[in-house]
């Protein structure tokens, strides 16, 4: 089992800047990729961003050049630098780490509100 803690969420005016955490405890396994999810009310899931294990990483085009996915493999945590925040970029933000089988386990969430 993994566990995912995130951190870092909040308001913050449009134009701002966050940085999310995500933490993992467990069975940690370095070929795990890891990434970031969201979902805004009345909306489904969606992908934010993900790095695999040898650090190549992948964008929604809605968060393209404004949000950056990074992992530190010694310290089992990835990260989401979010600038030039927009409204729509309100939601509830889910870590999730993903097994080569597949297997997937997901954070708990933390919300992001960004005011206009």
């Known amino acids: 089992q993994v566990q995912l803690v995130e951190s870092g969420g909040g308001l913050v005016q449009a134009g701002g800047s966050l940085r999310l955490s995500c933490a993992a405890s467990?069975?940690?396994?370095?070929?795990?990729?890891m990434g970031w999810y969201r979902q805004a009310p009345g909306k489904q899931r969606e992908l934010v961003a993900r790095?695999?294990?040898?650090?190549?990483?992948n964008y929604a085009d809605s968060v393209k050049g404004r949000f950056t996915v990074s992992r530190d493999n010694a310290k089992n945590t990835v990260s989401l630098q979010m600038n030039n925040l927009k409204p729509e970029d309100t939601a509830v933000y889910y870590c999730?780490?993903?097994?080569?089988?597949?297997?997937?386990?997901w954070g708990k969430g933390t919300l992001v509100t960004v005011s206009s």
């Open positions: 790095i695999t294990s040898g650090g190549d990483t």
């Open positions: 467990g069975s940690i396994r370095t070929t795990d990729s």
């Open positions: 999730n780490r993903r097994r080569l089988s597949g297997v997937e386990y």
